[in-house]
């Protein structure tokens, strides 16, 4: 079983990014957990600021959400759970396809229109 950090409503964003990066350095896997969406607010800041920690070491992640019940004082509550993983590296698998400036657009890639509502 992989290691839980449980996080709350009030729970320092900083610390618990914190623990995720420690976590994620030692066992490259932690679930994150949160009941009610003020803790869910909180919990992917903390991956979002993880993230960034990370990427110091040249570490990136990826966390999958997921529902989950859980027993809180004898009563049944939904939790929101991210599976939080190292991000496996992507190979193109032509590497001559791949331009040699990352930030390049291809000629024929699909514009997005601006949402109107920004």
């Known amino acids: 079983m992989s290691d839980l950090i449980k996080v709350s409503a009030t729970s320092q964003t900083t610390a618990v990014a914190g623990a995720i990066a420690g976590i994620m350095r030692e066992r490259r896997h932690v679930d994150v957990q949160a009941i009610g969406a003020s803790a869910v607010n909180q919990a992917v800041k903390a991956i979002a600021i993880a ?20 027993d809180v004082g004898g009563l049944e509550r939904t939790a ?11 190979v193109p698998s032509d590497p001559s ?22």
């Open 51 to 70: 993230r960034g920690y990370l990427a110091e070491d040249g570490m990136d992640i990826i966390c999958v959400p997921l529902f989950v019940q859980v």
């Open 80 to 90: 929101v759970r991210f599976n939080v993983e190292v991000r496996a590296p992507s």
């Open 97 to 118: 396809s791949v331009p040699s400036d990352p930030s390049a657009v291809p000629p024929d890639a699909p514009t997005i229109p601006p949402d109107p509502t920004e």
